[in-house]
């Protein structure tokens, strides 16, 4: 009896300091909107988020103003963004990176950041659906200043599609890529009519160009380089209820392929990173993996957890349980897990940080 009261005792004293922090006692995890909803606004939609060079956190998001339709169905899309120099507790208000005239839109905001010559890439899809309805270009700014100041759009469609792809659905995976320790920077581009396929860059952005292999089945997509220098694309399925995984040893060449039952997907984009912490207690293969873990509907915000490079997966935690789409993830300076979701039937965009303490219990 003695046991059971001092539970209880602890118990009690824990809600009591979660409700002094602001957080209730069944919500573990803090959520801040990042993009409340406006009234000239219809939506904002679809996430991104890295970390720059200096450790500022840097998120874009399609501002979708008339409707909240996607980019062939709507006229006036923009790419607008916030930053934190905190760690996620504040952000700066929202600012346009891109701006298109009426009848010009721009959608599904992307990012990889060049450790080496501390560039940050934003990468979107572009359609004027005035002049040439239907038909996606592929364009990049970037910022030497950790987000602070943007240049001007640059269009590597060609560099990056054949001719024959002129009219096809073809579109660059919102959220983000990568840059090996190498130093390729790697990104997803998809062709509902011609498979998945990576692009990439060897000379730090200067040219970009397709590895044509094209990895089907294939939609939105995420790629992490292994522990052992192999890259992996984790990648949607619709109406599958799991994910697949793409493996290559060969930089991209030739690729093994098999459905992870282990990750349950309602067809989502997701989120995945390598977990690199700088500590001695973190050993390789750590990989963090964020989605809608729920076979049909988009909910149940999940961070799985592989000790493998992806092998298996070793332990899960639940996020938020409600309505939950798009998410995408970075590591912050102190190797914290920071994710920016799509919430509440895409009427939020919450950031939340899973801390590096919450990610070694999940280890142990």
Same mark, same amino acid.
Request: charged share 25%.
């Given at each position: 009896?003695?046991?059971?009261? *001092?539970?209880?005792? $602890? ?36 996430? #991104?988020?890295?970390?720059?060079? $200096?450790?500022?956190?840097?998120? #874009?998001?399609?501002?979708? @103003?008339?409707?909240? #339709? ?7 899309? &923009?790419?607008?963004?916030? =930053? ?85 659905? %073809? ?18 581009? @998809?062709?509902? $009519? ?26 939105? *997509?995420? @790629?992490?380089?292994? *522990? ?9 399925? &619709?109406? %599958? ?11 991209? %060449? ?7 039952? &282990? ?10 990173? =390598? ?15 964020? &989605? ?22 070793? #332990? ?49």
């Amino acid at each position: 009896m003695k046991n059971k009261k *001092s539970k209880i005792k $602890n118990k009690l004293a824990l809600a009591i300091g979660l409700l002094s922090l602001g957080i209730s006692p069944a919500q573990e995890f803090e959520f801040k909107d990042l993009f409340p909803q406006k009234e000239d606004i219809a939506c904002y939609r679809i996430p #991104a988020i890295v970390t720059a060079p $200096n450790g500022d956190l840097i998120t #874009a998001i399609d501002e979708r @103003v008339p409707s909240c #339709a996607d980019l062939r169905d709507n006229n006036n899309i &923009n790419i607008v963004s916030k =930053r934190s120099s905190d760690n996620g507790k504040t952000w700066t208000p929202i600012e346009r990176l891109v701006d298109y005239p009426l009848g010009q839109s721009a959608s599904d905001p992307s990012m990889i950041v060049d450790r080496m010559t501390h560039t940050i890439f934003l990468f979107f899809n572009y359609m004027d659906l005035d002049r040439e309805p239907q038909v996606y270009y592929l364009k990049y700014i970037k910022s030497e200043d950790n987000g602070k100041s943007w240049s001007e759009a640059v269009d590597i469609t060609d560099q990056i599609t054949p001719d024959h792809w002129h009219k096809d659905f %073809k579109f660059i995976t919102s959220g983000r890529g990568i840059q090996t320790r190498k130093g390729t920077l790697i990104h997803t581009l @998809v062709n509902l $009519n011609n498979g998945l396929h990576l692009f990439k860059s060897e000379d730090h952005g200067r040219t970009w160009q397709r590895v044509n292999t094209p990895l089907i089945p294939g939609d939105e *997509s995420k @790629v992490v380089e292994r *522990s052992d220098g192999s890259w992996m694309v984790n990648c949607r399925l &619709n109406k %599958k209820g799991y994910r697949q995984i793409y493996i290559s040893e060969d930089e991209g %060449k030739t690729w093994t392929t098999h459905p992870d039952y &282990n990750l349950v997907d309602p067809g989502c984009n997701a989120g995945i990173i =390598r977990w690199d912490t700088n500590d001695s207690r973190t050993p390789k293969g750590i990989l963090l993996f964020v &989605n809608a873990f729920d076979p049909h509907n988009r909910k149940n915000l999940t961070l799985s957890i592989s000790k493998d490079d992806g092998k298996t997966w070793s #332990a899960q935690k639940t996020i938020y349980q409600g309505p939950a789409a798009y998410a995408t993830v970075t590591l912050l300076e102190n190797a914290d897990l920071g994710i920016v979701f799509e919430k509440d039937n895409y009427t939020q965009n919450s950031f939340v940080r899973i801390s590096k303490a919450q990610i070694h219990a999940l280890l142990d």
